[in-house]
């Protein structure tokens, strides 16, 4: 549900900066999650061009400076882009009354996107969240969306369970890639008995060879890291 808007490109600092932290091209765009080639096209050579703000606040995240430092344009932009929002929002709630009937008229929207998202939460590994959790999860979104409509307003023309559906889908997505990150650190929760792949060495064995006196879980992690790279 992340709006964005677009920048020029020109001036900006991203060489000057990139030399002074001793950052290549190649690390700069890996860390910024970019290609290689956005950034050799923002030489500050006079050509037009533009790009997009979460582009220029990712890049400025690497260089650990905020990103009209980069591009000095990102200022004018967002202001720009901030007043467009305004002047294209409208309150559609004058009471609380009228808040909490356009809750009630859209609750079965609700109960209908927890079930047809069930599927997302059924994929994550050592899920306890059943079908009332995954209704009590939308309903709790639908009320908090409509708090924020009540307060900021909505973009104009936009019908509000048009908008309660997007934010209650983005919420299971959002809940669903949590789960996830938690399945994959799971699986570094392996037995310290157990061999190494390839090996006769467990990875007690290997962890006593290399740092016996390290005891951390966060250290045990990392050397579990570190046997599987060495599998």
């Known amino acids: 549900m992340a709006e964005t808007f677009v920048l020029n490109i020109n001036p900006n600092y991203i060489t000057e900066l990139r030399k002074e932290r001793r950052i290549t091209v190649k690390e700069l765009a890996r860390q910024a999650g970019v290609g290689e080639s956005t950034i050799w096209n923002l030489k500050c050579d006079g050509r037009h061009g533009s790009i997009k703000a979460e582009t220029v606040e990712r890049l400025a995240a690497v260089l650990e400076v905020e990103p009209e430092t980069v591009f000095p344009d990102y200022a004018r932009a967002k202001k720009d882009h901030a007043e467009k929002r305004e002047r294209e929002k409208e309150h559609i709630f004058s009471s609380r009354e009228e808040r ?18 069930t599927w997302r939460i059924e994929k994550c590994r050592n899920n306890v969240m059943d079908m009332e959790d995954l209704i009590g999860e939308a309903l709790l979104t639908l009320v ?9 307003g909505i973009t104009r023309n936009m019908e509000f369970s048009k908008y309660a559906g997007f934010a209650m889908e983005y919420r299971f997505k959002t809940i669903q890639g949590s789960q996830m990150r938690q399945k ?11 061999q190494i792949p390839g090996t006769d060495t467990t990875y007690q064995e290997y962890l006593e060879s290399v740092a016996p006196r390290m005891k951390t879980p966060e250290e045990i992690v990392i050397l579990r890291e570190e046997c599987r790279e060495a599998a």
């Open 100 to 117: 909490d009937e356009a809750i009630e008229s859209v609750r079965y929207l609700a109960v209908y996107i927890a079930k047809k998202n």
């Open 144 to 152: 908090e969306t409509a708090e924020k409509v009540s307060k900021e």
């Open 184 to 194: 994959r650190t799971a699986y570094f929760n392996v037995s310290l008995d157990a």
